[in-house]
């Protein structure tokens, strides 16, 4: 299986704030990335796919970048409602496996 | 509105079965794949299962393969999970999602795009 790393695992930001959280994947995944938000007793919420398509209704302070073993995800100015857990996920190689997830907490 | 509700969780003793279900509404069922995930209290998510638009295709991870079963009635807009021979570490939040298949140029990328609340299988003597 493809194994998925992100780091950091946690991270504290203040509002306004940019914050980028990286994901390793251990074989080329190409484009096929994706990353979704969780807060606390919800389910992930889609942001990206295809490394870098933001998708519908995600405002455009997040980003995605990234291509083949390497991806980022990046928000701008950090919002209240963006303290949340990011997940990235391959979808290139059967089964589709997905990090471990990044916290992201209020400084 | 586009939506997917889970039913069916419930606490079972090991070896134990269940089966979970997923009502769509909102959109033509029948022209998604579909899809299990699933999350263990405190850790990050795991993909289980797909089934193709009309059954005919399915895949499962190796550690549910053999034990779970997904499966789905497009007359009732309806996916499910039969889950057999349950462990503790099926003990999870069980999430269905529907999945998005978008051609860029040569690649045709898939996603989940929208996910229903989940519905919790605790597994425990």
């Known amino acids: 299986d493809v194994q998925m790393t992100q780091s950091p695992s946690s991270l504290s930001a203040s509002v306004g704030d940019r914050v980028t959280i990286t994901c390793r994947a251990s074989?080329?995944?190409?484009?096929?990335l994706n990353w979704f938000q969780q807060k606390p007793g919800k389910a992930p919420n889609l942001l990206i796919y295809?490394?870098?398509t933001l998708h519908s209704g995600v405002p455009s302070r997040f980003s995605g970048s990234g291509s083949g073993t390497d991806f980022t995800l990046t928000i701008n100015s950090l919002q209240p409602e963006d303290f949340a857990t990011y997940y990235c996920?391959?979808?290139?190689?059967?089964?589709?496996?997905f990090g471990g997830g990044t916290k992201v907490e209020i400084k | 509105e586009v939506q997917l509700v889970e039913s069916g969780g419930d606490l079972v003793p090991p070896g134990g079965s269940l089966r979970l279900s997923c009502a769509a509404s909102?959109?033509?069922?029948?022209?998604?794949?579909m899809t299990w995930v699933r999350q263990a209290p405190g850790k990050g998510l795991e993909w289980l299962a797909n089934?193709?638009?009309?059954?005919?295709?399915?895949y499962y991870v190796d550690s549910v393969k053999g034990r779970f079963t997904i499966s789905r009635d497009n007359a009732k807009n309806s996916l499910y999970l039969q889950m057999n021979s349950l462990k503790a570490e099926d003990t999870a939040m069980y999430y269905c999602?529907?999945?998005?298949?978008?051609?860029?140029?040569?690649?045709?990328?898939?996603?989940?795009?929208?996910w229903g609340k989940g519905t919790t299988v605790a597994v425990s003597s």
């Open positions: 089934i193709k638009q009309d059954g005919s295709e399915k």
């Open positions: 999602a529907r999945v998005e298949l978008e051609r860029q140029g040569t690649y045709h990328y898939y996603y989940m795009d929208v």
């Open positions: 074989q080329s995944v190409t484009s096929f």
């Open positions: 996920q391959q979808s290139y190689v059967a089964p589709a496996t």
């Open positions: 295809a490394a870098s």
């Open positions: 909102g959109f033509t069922f029948s022209s998604y794949w």
